[in-house]
């Protein structure tokens, strides 16, 4: 595996759907939803920019129990996992048993109106909590509107 997972071919793609359907369902880039200005053009310039981006972005895939299939730098530093570690991991252990009830509303919410904001709680993989603030999740499609997955963002967080 490289150490550059956002060179990848599937890795790209992921990136361009993920952007795509934030700006479908929310009417704006991800990129201007916090402050990026100066967006890359070139499919693998925009995902390295996102791969390296100051805010975190994940996304998981359309399985019955999904597993993460993206999560940029910060994303994996948050999480304590490596590429390879978090992109064979079920979106549902980033919550404790507690939460698991809300993440599951929250999910079946954006599932029917496309998007939705959230506050909530996470646990890292060595189980570190902590708190998400103002939180967006959407429903990843493709140009066909065909259900790929789902993918939320965030920067407003805190270690409890």
Known sequence: MTSSPWQQQTFIRRTQL???SFEHW???SLFEQFGVTDVKIDPKEVSK???EADFIVVSHGTQNDPIFNYGNQKALDIWELTWEE????????TAEAIEQQERDRLLAQTTTKGFCSYSVIRITSTGK???????IVWNVIDEEQTYQGQ?????DFYFL
């Open 18 to 20: 993920i952007l795509s």
């Open 151 to 155: 993918a939320a963002c965030f920067s």
């Open 129 to 135: 909590r902590f708190k998400i603030n103002d939180g």
């Open 49 to 51: 920019q996102l791969f």
């Open 86 to 93: 978090f992109t064979q991991t079920p979106s549902r252990k």
């Open 26 to 28: 929310l009417g704006c």
